[in-house]
């Protein structure tokens, strides 16, 4: 389990992404936490396929207790249908942003072990000679 602290930075992380997208957010920690608690589901969240996120019943209205569900993310993408002006607010909201040689770094990282992983499962691990 995660600590409180890494908890409470990809709820504040997940509500930036929504105003961010001009989505209303009326949720607290605590409704957000006991949401990803109810499901069982927290440790398997993610924004690639067979990871788990928060989504929206049609895609429309606040991320709010009573207006979302945890579902798969290849589910959640099978019914986006974002409009043209909801893609020009997403895309004027990260305009000019640039992340830092650090976060650039923790990104190669990540991307390196995942690409393993895909290679291992795919065919196995590498035999020793």
Request: proline content about 4%; charged content about 35%.
């Amino acid at each position: 389990m995660q600590s409180y602290r890494l908890r409470r930075k990809r709820y504040k992380r997940q509500r930036k992404n929504a105003k961010g997208r001009g989505i209303p957010w009326l949720f607290n920690y605590v409704a957000w936490w006991k949401m990803w608690c109810k499901s069982g589901k927290y440790e398997q969240r993610g924004n690639y396929k067979g990871k788990f996120c928060m989504a929206r019943f049609s895609d429309k209205g606040p991320y709010a207790p009573w207006n979302v569900r945890i579902i798969k993310v290849e589910e959640n993408h099978s019914e986006k249908k974002m409009s043209p002006e909801a893609i020009a607010k997403t895309a004027a909201f990260w305009r000019g942003r640039k992340h830092s040689e650090e976060t650039k770094a923790r990104m190669r990282a990540a991307w390196k072990i995942r690409k393993q992983k895909v290679i291992n499962e795919t065919w196995g691990t590498p035999c020793k000679v």
